[in-house]
């Protein structure tokens, strides 16, 4: 198939990469810089562009990979080529799409990208939606090219998804930084916690979270909870941080026994 790229960041990257590996020919890449645009398009064999007035109509589908309050502009000006327009968004609804033509889906790699780290894109899961069967159809048999993970998911339960992926992919980062933080201000490396880290993301490939919980909260360790809370005494935040995650373990922990 021949596709355009509209986007030239991490998720345009890796995409562009996993649709050229399976033989598709990718034929712009567009990013209102030119050099970004030109640096994806030397990889993937396409034309760089950075206006889309500049867009050439002898492609096979649209994919708008930018920025969520930009899809909508995006969308309206690609429309005029009446051809297959798709964003890769969480948590934009389809209808962002239909406002301007009836050829739309959405091509939402549920994953964490980054330019410089390689990722196996056929183990990344490629959740679909297409205004119509037949859209659906095409998107499915293009995604199975690049992916041995695809789903139908609505645009109610892309955004659930989207922000079940928030609390965890996001939110953790976030707390492993201000664990850097803290070991920091102490001369220790965050390495220290790398082998705890990975071995509390492999439980979870093969057990429910709840099952796996460990820590002071969810054994009720108040003393322990309460030395580490004054140790936080001047940081405020993360007190009140400690504490609302500590609640929340706690009262799972709860439900989980009494439901048990």
């Known amino acids: 198939m021949r596709i355009t790229i509209i986007g030239s960041g991490n998720v345009a990257t890796h995409m562009a990469a996993a649709f050229k ?40 589908m649209f994919v708008i990979s930018v ?4 899809i909508t502009a995006v969308a309206r000006a690609l429309a005029v080529h009446k051809k ?14 239909l406002a301007f033509t009836p ?24 959740c679909l939606e297409g205004a119509g069967d037949e859209i659906l159809a095409q998107l499915k048999q293009l995604a199975f090219t690049i992916s041995n993970n695809v789903y139908t998911v609505n645009s109610a339960q892309r955004k659930i ?16 930084g201000v664990a850097q933080h803290l070991l920091a201000q102490h001369q220790m490396e965050f390495g220290m916690l790398r ?23 969810v054994r009720n360790d108040a003393g322990t909870m309460n030395a580490h809370l004054q140790m936080l005494s001047d940081m405020p935040g993360l007190q009140d941080i400690y504490t609302l995650l500590s609640q929340g373990i706690i009262k799972n922990n709860n439900d989980v026994t009494a439901n048990g």
């Open 195 to 217: 082998p705890l880290i990975l071995e509390t993301a492999q439980k979870v490939q093969e057990q429910l979270p709840g099952a796996v919980q460990t820590g002071p909260a």
């Open 84 to 97: 297959l327009i798709v964003h890769t968004s969480g948590a934009t609804d389809l209808n962002s799409l």
């Open 161 to 176: 998804l989207h922000l079940a992926a928030v609390f965890a992919c996001n939110f953790p980062n976030y707390l492993y």
């Open 103 to 126: 050829d739309a889906g959405v091509f939402y790699p549920l994953q964490t990208f980054s330019k410089v780290r390689e990722i196996d894109f056929r183990s990344v899961p490629l």
């Open 21 to 60: 590996n399976a033989g598709h020919g990718i034929v712009q890449v567009y990013s209102p810089n030119l050099q970004n645009a030109a640096l994806l398009a030397y990889h993937v064999g396409a034309e760089a562009i950075d206006n889309l007035d500049h867009i050439n109509a002898d492609t096979g």
């Open 67 to 70: 920025k969520d309050d930009a």
